[in-house]
């Protein structure tokens, strides 16, 4: 590992895993099962919030939030059975986490998905990480720091020791309330907008990258 780094935090949709037409099918899922009206991917996409439930409540009210989720876990669980590669696994994520673990790093996952969930996805990705922190451990969620404090606590990191990998200006956020590092995958041609601020890597090759410029600072 690195002379400042000890371990590496990631979230999980959109940075281990490309789940967004997964998720989209979903929600279309939960939507339709509760008759609460249209559901365009342009729809879905205003109504995404850092977690499973909020976005679900964004689309259908608090009041009918149980039933959806309940027909969104039972398309995913659907998709899972179905498909052996329900999502795409993120370039270079199998081959990072590995090296990660050779280099004798403490990897955990912090995610707003139900933990249910997100394990039944790392488990369909085939991806060997431990998923430390779901919505449900979180007081808050993203932005608020509750979570990645929290997975920083179960792999024993102080958040000097820690980097947080994440791909949305809420996971940027999050790791700067938590005191992080925090490097953003961002694969769009754009230097602008709400990335401006953050580290950005376009691919998770880079990572091990930008751990090897910390340990010749």
């Known amino acids: 590992m690195t002379a400042g780094s000890r371990g590496v935090v990631f979230d999980l949709d959109g940075t ?22 249209g559901a365009s991917a342009a729809r879905l996409s205003v109504a ?9 409540i964004a689309l259908v009210g608090e009041h009918r939030v149980e039933p959806a989720l309940r027909a969104y876990r039972e398309e995913l669980d659907r998709a899972l059975r179905e498909h052996p590669a329900p999502a ?32 039944a996805l790392l488990d369909a990705c085939e991806l060997d990480v431990r998923l430390t922190v779901a919505r449900e451990d979180a007081p808050l969620p993203k932005p608020a720091p509750d979570g990645l404090r929290l997975a920083l606590r179960r792999l024993g990191l ?12 809420a996971d940027r956020e999050q790791g700067e309330a938590a005191r992080v590092r925090t490097l953003l995958l961002d694969r769009s041609p754009s230097a602008g907008g709400p990335w401006a601020s953050a580290t950005r890597i376009p691919d998770l090759g880079c990572l091990l990258k930008e751990l090897g410029r910390d340990a010749g600072r």
Request: charged fraction near 20%; glycine fraction near 10%; hydrophobic fraction near 40%.
């Open 48 to 56: 995404q919030r850092p977690t499973d439930v909020g976005t679900l």
């Open 158 to 169: 102080r958040p000097e020791e820690a980097v947080y990998v994440g791909d949305s200006p």
């Open 88 to 119: 795409p696994v993120v370039p270079h994520a199998p081959e990072v986490l590995a090296a990660l673990r050779d280099r004798g790093a403490a990897v955990g996952v912090c995610t707003g998905r139900s933990r249910a969930d997100a394990q």
């Open 16 to 37: 281990l895993v490309d789940s967004w037409q997964l998720h989209l099918c979903c929600l279309r899922s939960a939507v339709q099962a509760v008759g609460a009206g």
